[in-house]
């Protein structure tokens, strides 16, 4: 059966390859902090489900110690001239969105598929991580099928996966620190904290203020937090449950499907979703780092409005 350990070894290769091709590059000013936090990075992702917990949080501080003490740059890698750029893209033409659209097309064939599929009594995927794999399976073959039409030198992908990652920086690890402190908090009963919070200060003796309070919370716990992911079983525990459904009856489904999308509302506006709001300025090189957010943050609020309308809508319709 492939497991979420088939994703967490790609990923570890990857970024164990970034930390080597950074370790060898005399010409860059800070490779030995480069090499040293992708490589640890590399470690929770090839090792970490069979070491203790407690050197698994040692790795993470030691990855924290390395961005804090800024020894993680961008150097002055390789890359194609603006005339060699120019020339491809005109040689290729819209070719060239092939390998980025197998990603998405794959992934999604691959969830509606894989799901039931067995080797005799065995299933192929597990069944509760069939998208995940589908995403590595299908980027494995993008990079493949772009291999293959542009015909680059071998260590390429490596290159320019170590040139995104210095870009990047440490906001890459981000999500994933993220998510993790939103289990965290889960498990030491901050949704219960929040709960008793909140109906020690809002009166909630109506359904309507209920939903309100609880998308509103989601997009606020989400700019926080910096991911809906983080945000959800907090919220969820304190409110969601306990409030929606449980006092007032509400529809468990769709009070978890609106309010994931409350969520992502925040994701919009917060600077600690990086991957969203922070690596695109990075990348374009934009000269104002909350470019994007401020870009952002009217479709935000518009869409947190009409999320709570939907909620208020739907959550208690009768007869479900």
């Known amino acids: 059966m492939i497991t979420l350990e088939f994703v967490y070894v790609l990923l570890g290769a990857m970024a164990l390859g970034v930390a080597v091709v950074n370790a060898f590059d005399r010409a860059h000013p800070k490779r030995v902090g480069n090499a040293l936090f992708w490589g640890l990075w590399a ?40 005339v060699e750029r120019r020339a491809s893209a005109e040689r290729w033409g819209n070719r060239l969105f092939v390998p980025a659209l197998l990603v998405p097309v794959l992934t999604l064939l691959g969830t509606l598929t894989l799901k039931g599929a067995r080797i005799g009594s065995v299933a192929l995927v597990d069944p ?19 291999a293959v039409m542009l015909r680059p030198p071998a260590l390429t ?28 908090f889960a498990a030491a009963g901050v949704g219960q904290v929040i709960a008793s919070l ?50 007032f009856g509400g529809d468990p489904v769709v009070m978890a499907a609106v309010g994931m999308l409350s969520g992502y509302c925040g994701t919009l506006m917060t600077p600690m979703a990086a991957n969203y709001n922070i690596v695109p300025v990075a ?27 939907l909620m208020a809508a739907f959550v208690y319709r009768p007869g479900r």
Not at 128 to 146: C, E, F, H, N, R
Not at 284 to 309: F, S
């Open 43 to 82: 470690t929770t992702f090839l090792l970490g489900s069979h070491l203790p917990d407690f050197v698994n949080g040692l790795i993470v501080l030691a990855m924290v110690t390395v961005a804090s003490a800024r020894l993680l740059g961008g150097g002055t890698p390789d890359r194609l001239t603006a």
């Open 157 to 184: 992908p490596l290159r320019e996966s170590r040139r995104l990652l210095d870009t990047v920086g440490w906001a890459a690890v981000l999500p994933q620190l993220l998510a993790a402190l939103g289990a965290l």
């Open 283 to 309: 990348l374009l090189e934009l000269p104002d780092q909350h470019a994007v957010i401020k870009a952002q943050v009217p479709t935000g609020i518009l869409l947190l409005l009409v999320n709570t309308l």
């Open 128 to 146: 509760k991580q069939v998208t995940l794999v589908s995403l590595a399976g299908a980027t494995i073959v993008a990079l493949a099928v772009g």
């Open 198 to 247: 909140v109906v020690r200060w809002i009166p909630l003796d109506h359904a309507a203020v209920a939903v309100v309070t609880y998308t509103v919370g989601m997009a606020l716990f989400t700019i926080v937090m910096g991911n809906a992911f983080a945000a959800f079983p907090v919220m969820t525990a304190g409110i969601g449950l306990p409030l929606i459904v449980g006092k």
